[in-house]
């Protein structure tokens, strides 16, 4: 636990006592509430799932978001029986409630991917360049059960959840896990949220890739470095960026935030509610 002490020049009785006050109550506050700061996904957070070399799906899938991939152009696209839309920007499947995008299609699709996948890896070498964690190596890389308050969590070793973990903290607090080898979260694991917890605000970060068992629930942004194996059951509430690609199967996802695209569509749906209530009400 860490307390940060602050200096003045002048001490009186009055103040020595403030300070006193103010150290215990410091020590209180886990250093990991206080000190650790959000992961700057940039554009990629425009993205439910990105990645470099591909998405794959096989079975009922059903994306709620915005995907993309680069450089590998839409042959890295499978399983979604896309079809391009008339501008030639992005693409539509029936598997997707959002629009994919690809690095050949029509400008300004190529130079947003560039960025995003720029952005992408920028957050990954924060994530993974966040230095003094809070706890190193938590219960030996098996975790069942633990709740974690914010901060930052380091991992040498392979991490598995082998049954249910919980994020425990208000809706500013920020986690950060760093996982020198693969993340598994197996079957039918589970990641919970409370005290006003948002998945957005948990940044997982592995170097060796990440497996997601059948029928677990994934919360989270997660960053890797190389694949990312979405079981068949799988639910993820976040979002998913690899380095390399990722293959779902028969997958429920659901992007954090609600994507640009998809803030459009509700807003013209809702002017279009306001307007015809609007013209019933003239007409009553």
């Not at 693409?91 to 699709?109: D, H």
Request: aromatic content about 8%.
């Amino acid at each position: 636990m860490k307390t940060i002490y602050t200096h003045t020049h002048t001490y009186t009785r009055h103040s020595i006592a403030a300070l006193s006050l103010s150290i215990f109550c410091l020590a209180l506050v886990p250093s990991g509430s206080e000190a650790v700061t959000s992961v700057n996904l940039g554009t990629a957070g425009n993205y439910a799932l990105l990645s470099k070399a591909g998405i794959s799906t096989t079975g009922g899938t059903n994306i709620v978001g915005d995907i993309g991939v680069s450089p590998i152009s839409s042959i890295g696209l499978t399983g979604f029986g896309q079809t391009l839309d008339a501008s030639g920007v992005f693409s539509t499947s029936t598997y997707v409630t959002g629009q994919l995008f690809a690095s050949k299609y029509t400008a300004p699709t190529p130079a947003t991917l560039t960025t995003a996948i720029s952005d992408m890896e920028a957050a990954y070498t924060d994530a993974a360049g966040r230095s003094g964690p809070d706890s190193l190596n938590l219960s030996g890389g098996i975790l069942n059960g633990e709740t974690f308050a914010a901060g930052v969590y380091k991992w040498t070793t392979a991490l598995t959840i082998t049954d249910s973990i919980t994020f425990d903290g208000d809706s500013s607090a920020i986690w950060v896990l760093q996982v020198d080898r693969r993340l598994n979260l197996a079957n039918d694991a589970n990641i919970t949220l409370a005290g006003g917890a948002q998945a957005k605000n948990i940044f997982w970060q592995t170097a060796e890739g990440a497996t997601l068992g059948t029928d677990s629930h994934f919360k989270g942004m997660l960053l890797t470095a190389t694949d990312i194996a979405v079981q068949n059951g799988a639910s993820v509430h976040g979002g998913l960026y690899s380095q390399t690609a990722i293959a779902l199967d028969g997958n429920a996802i659901t992007a954090v935030p609600e994507p640009s695209s998809l803030a459009l569509l509700t807003g013209g749906m809702v002017a279009l509610f306001v307007g015809a209530r609007r013209r019933l009400t003239v007409r009553s």
